[in-house]
């Protein structure tokens, strides 16, 4: 007992010492840590500031504190956030804007999804007489890439590949280029740059979710300008590569559909009087239109299509929206919904699938039966607010009466009539959440 | 779908052996006949899932504190009282189970594999849920690799090999060509 | 002259890198450039050295059933010093070797000369044994970095050597650091053998 005792008394011992001389160590090191975090950030200002071709600083004087810093700063948010877009990248709080002989440069902290994790850097871009353009950007932590592949990210001859993007690069969109390896002119890259694409590839090859993750972050910060005045401009939706060719649309096929889902979901019987019988009697209900074809595109990239149709009967509005919720893989999923407020109590009435081709035959194809679309039908205002959500639970049979409980939460359920395809499901239900933030956009719903 | 790729990327992206680096030392000890390996694999998907949930836990308690930076002492300390435990327990309880795993068992306090992901785990701010999933790929990466790996090795054994590659110079070469072919998985997510 | 032969033991005659083949994961991941190798076969040094004093100097207080995890505790504790210094002093530095830092915790080298040497043995053998096995590490680990990075990027230590007309990118990718260190072993081996080779048809000559 006496042993061990004694033997627990040493141990105990060594673990306090060691406490203790950790804690000393890093009560005397701490004011460094932090101090080298300003000073990594002060640094990489000033790095920024300087012109990527001649390499003097743009601007007379740079901040060199904690306080001159300060003074510079342009928009701050206490969240810590000035902008998210809507590829989850961000623009951190407090930006800086410098002003020197009518150029104004702005410095924002920026960041991207990269492979492992966040991906941050600071970048500058300089306006001027009314033109803006992509300056430098320095990377401050890629701590988390793959060494050697993309935390290349940090070497200066990736990161040049960033530097001196114009206006209208930046309005199309940054874009990295996929094509792995191939030698690139350097007078070329200017042109590039011009169109928004930055070619990494023969500099840091395999490793494109890394230089994506920094052209999200400019386009977030782009974005955020956008927003706030500083460029006004009209952003281009970025593509993702190769843009794929619109189909033709059958315009017959649009109406019988849109001729179904005018059926009350419970009574049976058409919501209108005067049924559009030809594409010319579509026209005139024509509610809204956008020359692009998207009139709305929400967070998980469902998109509600140009144009919507909106009939009025007695007290009743009826919306119809051509809507279309991304799968993942295999494209979308394309839909008619119909809405229907009255009372100023909206609720979904209808939905049919136009779309659903490059579904899994047998399985995700399974949407396109009625028995499966009747799930989404006649869901109310709360479950509408709340946002659809499509049930995981495999295979269990749900009892009918439950379902509509279930839509009143918003929860539309799938599994038992439609096994093993809840992504073709699920980008039903994102796409009538795309067309409900629509309407709410819209006012249509508040 | 995002704890999916999670677990992809853990498992094959950034194999823990292959392009993490963690854990090498058990990997070119063990990999020498299949069976060896599969009862080692087994044994560190246990113990890594196991102590990636205790130490993201206890990560919370010492940021509570205000006591991260003794992280590391704290963990490995944990991690080695942890494969006592774990050996103590199959010991009682699984005597079969034991006798599979009970020998790798006190060669995993060592593996950096363990203490790699736990730090790892904190370091990329995932949550709970992300972290289980986390481990869990990283030690089935391990195992995958490693058991991939003794196969290849004792078909070698019965090569005829120039006299300088002999043993480790031509596992590792092997264990290269092996990453090489993971890093196909790259594109993946 | 036993300090001596302590120290040139593990430098040369038992390298842990290239003759014992300890403390592998280190060596394979930090050796993308021959500046990160540096660093850390310099933080490994310190942290060998440091627990190799301490650990002979407890030698003789330390119960034998606890002292492995008191080796723990005071391997840790060095590590963690060594951690905050270097995130405090050299922030590049420590933010591009990681997670490596901590993980020098249970690289095998330094508990092995725990066990093996600095808890049988008095204080000045020991930092000479730390300082041979220390440097030996170090020495390796810059050698592999040399040559990834030479090969790999065409510079050393980030000075251009050839630039861009000979790369092979390969080498500083994960499957290099094995290619790189499988092909070392095998040409220390080839030395290796040929010593032994010479020192046999010496001895058949007498």
Redesign the interface.
């Known amino acids: 007992m006496k042993q061990h005792l004694?033997?627990g008394l040493?141990?105990a011992v060594?673990?306090l010492a060691?406490?203790l001389?950790?804690?000393i160590?890093?009560n005397l090191?701490?004011p460094?840590?932090e101090e080298?975090d300003i000073a990594?950030t002060l640094k990489a200002i000033e790095e920024v500031l300087k012109d990527p071709t001649s390499g003097s600083l743009i601007i007379s004087n740079v901040p060199k504190d904690k306080k001159t810093l300060d003074e510079a700063i342009w928009k701050e948010n206490p969240d810590g956030i000035l902008y998210t877009s809507s590829k989850g990248a961000k623009v951190y709080s407090p930006s800086y804007m410098f002003k020197e002989d009518g150029k104004e440069i702005y410095v924002l902290t920026v960041s991207g999804l990269g492979?492992?994790?966040e991906v941050k850097s600071i970048i500058s871009l300089i306006k001027e007489s009314n033109e803006l353009k992509l300056n430098k950007i320095e990377l401050l932590?890629y701590?988390?890439e793959?060494?050697?592949?993309g935390?290349k990210i940090g070497e200066e001859n990736v990161k040049s590949r960033f530097f001196n993007i114009p206006q209208t690069g930046l309005t199309s969109g940054i874009r990295v280029d996929k094509d792995a390896r191939v030698n690139i002119p350097t007078e070329a890259l200017d042109s590039y740059k011009e169109q928004g694409i930055v070619k990494t590839s023969d500099v840091m090859?395999?490793a494109t979710?890394t230089a994506r993750a920094v052209a999200d972050s400019i386009n977030a910060a782009v974005e955020f300008l956008n927003q706030e005045g500083v460029l006004k401009a009209e952003l281009k939706e970025v593509l993702p590569e190769p843009i794929e060719p619109q189909e033709e649309v059958d315009w017959n096929v649009i109406l019988q559909a849109i001729i179904r889902i005018l059926i009350d979901s419970k009574t049976g019987e058409y919501l209108v009087s005067n049924i559009p019988t030809n594409v010319r009697d579509l026209e005139s209900s024509i509610w809204k239109e956008n020359p692009d074809g998207v009139l709305y595109t929400s967070s998980k990239g469902a998109k509600v299509y140009s144009p919507s149709y909106k009939f009025t009967e007695d007290s009743k509005e009826i919306y119809i929206l051509n809507i279309a919720g991304s799968r993942?893989f295999g494209g979308e999923v394309k839909s008619l919904v119909s809405f229907v407020k009255e009372n100023d109590a909206l609720k979904l009435n209808k939905i049919e699938v136009l779309d659903y081709s490059q579904e899994t035959p047998g399985l995700g194809s399974k949407i396109g039966e009625e028995k499966v679309k009747e799930r989404f039908y006649s869901i109310p205002l709360p479950g509408l607010i709340s946002g659809i959500k499509v049930d995981k639970d495999a295979g269990v049979s749900v009892p009918a009466e439950a379902l509509d409980s279930y839509k009143e939460q918003g929860i539309v359920k799938t599994s038992d009539v439609m096994t093993g395809a809840t992504i073709t499901a699920r980008a039903v239900a994102d796409s009538i959440n795309a067309a409900v933030e629509f309407l709410k956009q819209e006012g249509v719903i508040y | 779908m995002n704890l999916v790729l999670l677990f992809i990327s853990a498992a094959l992206i950034n194999n823990v052996l292959l392009s993490r680096f963690l854990g090498e030392c058990p990997f070119l000890g063990i990999s020498k006949s299949k069976d060896s390996a599969i009862g080692m694999g087994l044994a560190v998907i246990f113990v890594i899932t196991l102590s990636g949930a205790i130490t993201w836990f206890l990560n919370e308690l010492l940021v509570f504190l205000g006591l991260e930076y003794l992280q590391t002492i704290v963990f490995i300390l944990i991690i080695a009282v942890l494969v006592q435990f774990v050996e103590l327990f199959l010991k009682k309880t699984s005597p079969s189970l034991y006798e599979a795993l009970g020998i790798y068992l006190p060669l995993i306090t060592t593996n950096c594999a363990i203490l790699g992901m736990s730090l790892l785990n904190i370091r990329e701010n995932y949550n709970f849920i992300e972290a289980l999933i986390n481990s869990f790929g990283s030690g089935c990466g391990f195992a995958l690799a490693l058991i991939i790996f003794s196969a290849i090795r004792e078909k070698m054994q019965l090569n005829d090999v120039p006299k300088a590659f002999e043993g480790t110079a031509l596992a590792l070469v092997t264990v290269g060509l092996l990453s090489l072919a993971f890093m196909g998985f790259s594109g993946l997510v | 002259m036993a300090d001596i032969k302590n120290f040139t033991n593990g430098l040369i005659k038992n390298n842990p890198t290239f003759v014992q083949v300890l403390g592998i994961c280190p060596t394979l991941a930090t050796t993308t450039s021959a500046k990160n190798a540096l660093g850390m076969g310099l933080a490994t040094l310190f942290a060998l050295l440091l627990s190799n004093i301490v650990i002979s100097l407890i030698r003789k207080i330390v119960p034998e059933n606890v002292r492995i995890p008191i080796y723990i505790v005071v391997i840790a504790s060095f590590v963690t010093v060594i951690d905050l210094l270097m995130h405090g002093f050299l922030p590049e530095l420590w933010e591009s070797l990681g997670i490596f830092i901590p993980l020098i915790v249970v690289n095998c080298i330094i508990m092995g000369r725990a066990e093996a040497f600095a808890s049988k043995n008095g204080v000045v053998d020991s930092i000479f044994d730390a300082l041979g096995n220390g440097l030996g590490f170090t020495g390796a680990l810059f050698l592999v970095g040399s040559v990834r990075e030479l090969i790999g990027n065409g510079s050393i230590l980030g000075i251009n050597v050839w630039g861009n007309t000979f790369k092979i990118p390969l080498l500083i990718l994960a499957p290099g650091a094995f290619l790189t260190l499988g092909m070392l072993l095998a040409m220390f081996n080839t030395i290796g053998n040929a010593k032994k080779n010479q020192k046999k048809k010496a001895g058949a000559k007498k």
Request: proline content about 3%; hydrophobic content about 35%.
């Open positions: 004694k033997t040493i141990l060594f673990m060691s406490g001389l950790v804690s160590v890093y090191v701490s460094y840590l080298g990594n492979f492992g994790g932590d701590s988390q793959t060494p050697g592949l935390s090859t395999g979710i993942g």
